[in-house]
T-cell receptor
């Protein structure tokens, strides 16, 4: 199993640009989570999906952030327009819903907004 | 409200010494408890988890944790640390039954002296 796959691993962009982060969950997992990790705030849950449906997006910081899951094997997190304070590591995780809560994490995308 | 407290931001121990990382949680129902480890530049990896039964749980890499309901604690231990254990450790709590969201602590960074 390839594990959770995230791309790109690193992204450097300028303020105001659109950024799209991508995630492929583990095959057979039907829950997907997006987290943001910063030194100041630690690991924050942004949004999660069950069976491709967004269940809780209360952690999405602003309307500039949006997430989609068009099918069971792909999700995107988009920031438009990006700002320097969005600089962080963004993790995607997946698991099988309805079982124990172990989540499997991807390697993360390190985003730098200049 | 659900919360996880890891009171130690940094801990330094000598190689071969014993280790205990502290974790306290606040949760209104039966908790699921986890310890994850994050090596530099990597995603989070599950070390161990507790749902029910024996309050002393064994994990990977020689780690163990003890659930103490009366103290709302789930401390992580290892009898003898190795240089490769240098990483950041996260305690997390989720709910029963199968609550999708888990709450992470801010993490404890472990440094190993040769």
């Amino acid at each position: 199993d390839a594990g959770v796959i995230q791309s790109p691993r690193h992204e450097v962009t300028e303020m105001g640009q659109e950024v799209t982060l991508r995630c492929k969950p583990i095959s057979g997992h039907n829950s997907l989570f997006w987290y943001r990790q910063t030194m100041m705030r630690g690991l924050e849950l942004l949004i999660y999906f069950n069976n491709n449906v967004p269940i809780d997006d209360s952690g999405m910081p602003e309307d500039r952030f949006s997430a989609k899951m068009p099918n069971a094997s792909f999700s995107t997190l988009k920031i438009q327009p990006s700002e320097p304070r969005d600089s962080a590591v963004y993790f995607c995780a997946s698991r099988v819903s309805g079982t124990d809560n172990e989540q499997f994490f991807g390697p993360g995308t390190r985003l730098t907004v200049l | 409200a659900q919360s996880v407290t890891q009171p130690d931001i940094h801990i330094t121990v000598s190689e071969g010494a014993s280790l205990e990382l502290r974790c306290n949680y606040s949760y209104g129902a039966t908790p699921y408890l986890f310890w994850y480890v994050q090596s530099p530049g990597q995603g989070l990896q599950l070390l161990l988890k507790y749902f029910s039964g024996d309050t002393l749980v064994q994990g990977i890499k020689g780690f163990e944790a003890e659930f103490k309901r009366s103290q709302s604690s789930f401390n992580l231990r290892k009898p003898s640390v190795h240089w490769s254990d240098a990483a950041e450790y996260f305690c997390a709590v989720g709910g029963y039954p199968y609550n999708d969201k888990i709450i992470f602590g801010k993490g404890t960074r472990l440094h190993i002296l040769p």
